[in-house]
């Protein structure tokens, strides 16, 4: 498997924009996380899924964001308008639940880094 | 408010010594803690896992250990390598194989040759 893959990897774009993130996680698994990793805040959960079902989406930051699974190989976060402060890094991660005797390992893929001017 | 803290933002190591990383938790009601370990430009990748009903988990270089009472666990990697030059963030797990994964900011190692 290719692992997570996530595009684009580097968006540049100008404050007002609208932005979508795309995410293919790893065939078989059933969760898929959406995080953002800025230098105040580290890495924070957005949303997730399972099944292809938001289970929490109260990491998103406020209305201009919104995520969609619409299958269970692809996924979108989009900001729309976006603005400045939505500068960062957002990973996309998915994982397959272990039973009841592991740990929920998250596979990440390698970012989408935006710059919002 | 931070449920998992890492409060060392960097950690500088001689290679070939002991690199310790530590992290603290706010919640007792985590039951798998998770190191990753992030180089710039790549997502992070998991490293080794601890359970809350064991107290040390080893593998290889790499050994976890919990301090439950203390909500204290920490990363010890021997010896180091200038290739374990990374950010290692800690994450906690409140529903085992399932839900999300709480992290803390990270701590930059560097190993020096």
């Known amino acids: 498997d290719a692992g997570v893959i996530q595009s684009p990897r580097h968006e540049v774009t100008e404050m007002g924009q609208e932005v979508t993130l795309r995410c293919k996680p790893i065939?078989?698994?059933?969760?898929l996380f959406w995080y953002r990793q800025t230098m105040m805040r580290g890495l924070e959960l957005l949303i997730y899924f399972n099944n292809n079902v938001p289970i929490d989406d109260s990491g998103m930051p406020e209305d201009r964001f919104s995520a969609k699974m619409p299958n269970a190989s692809f996924s979108t976060l989009k900001i729309q308008p976006s603005e400045p402060r939505d500068s960062a890094v957002y990973f996309c991660?998915?994982?397959?639940?272990?039973?009841?005797?592991?740990?929920?390992?998250?596979?990440f893929g390698a970012g989408s880094r935006l710059t919002v001017l | 408010d931070q449920q998992v803290k890492q409060n060392s933002p960097s950690l500088s190591v001689q290679e070939g010594r002991i690199s310790i990383l530590n992290c603290d938790y706010t919640?007792?009601?985590?039951?798998?803690f998770l190191w990753y370990k992030k180089y710039p430009a790549e997502g992070p990748t998991f490293l080794i896992s601890i359970s809350s009903i064991k107290d040390k988990n080893e593998d290889g270089r790499f050994t976890v250990f919990l301090n439950k009472s203390a909500k204290h666990l920490s990363l010890h990697i021997v010896p180091s390598q200038p290739g374990d030059s990374a950010v290692y963030f800690c994450?906690?797990?409140?529903?085992?194989?399932?839900?999300?994964?709480?992290f803390g900011k990270g701590t930059k190692l560097s190993v020096k040759p």
């Open positions: 991660a998915s994982s397959s639940p272990q039973g009841l005797s592991g740990a929920n390992v998250l596979t």
């Open positions: 919640n007792s009601m985590f039951d798998y």
């Open positions: 994450a906690a797990s409140g529903r085992g194989s399932q839900g999300n994964l709480i």
């Open positions: 065939s078989g698994h059933d969760y």
